[in-house]
């Protein structure tokens, strides 16, 4: 879910994507899967979640993924 119609935001996609952005805009451009480990290492976010996260910042052009490295656009 986008954006929650409960108390929780913390597990809306919208929330987790801005982990997934601020790490990297911490570290620049990072493999997918690296960029897993370092968000799991201070949020519990399943994998799933972690996609459809990237799926999002791809859709609002933030990101893009090209051959598993992700980066910030331009």
Known sequence: MLLPDNIHPENSIYFNASVVLETLQEFGKLDMLDLYQ?????????????????????????????????????
Do not use: H
């Not at 990237?54 to 859709?59: A, G, H, R, T």
């Not at 609002?60 to 992700?70: F, H, S």
């Open 38 to 74: 370092k968000i799991t290492k201070t949020k519990k976010i399943s994998f799933p979640v972690y996609i459809l996260c990237l799926d999002w910042l791809y859709i609002i052009n933030v990101a893009e993924l090209k051959q598993r490295e992700v980066k910030l656009c331009s």
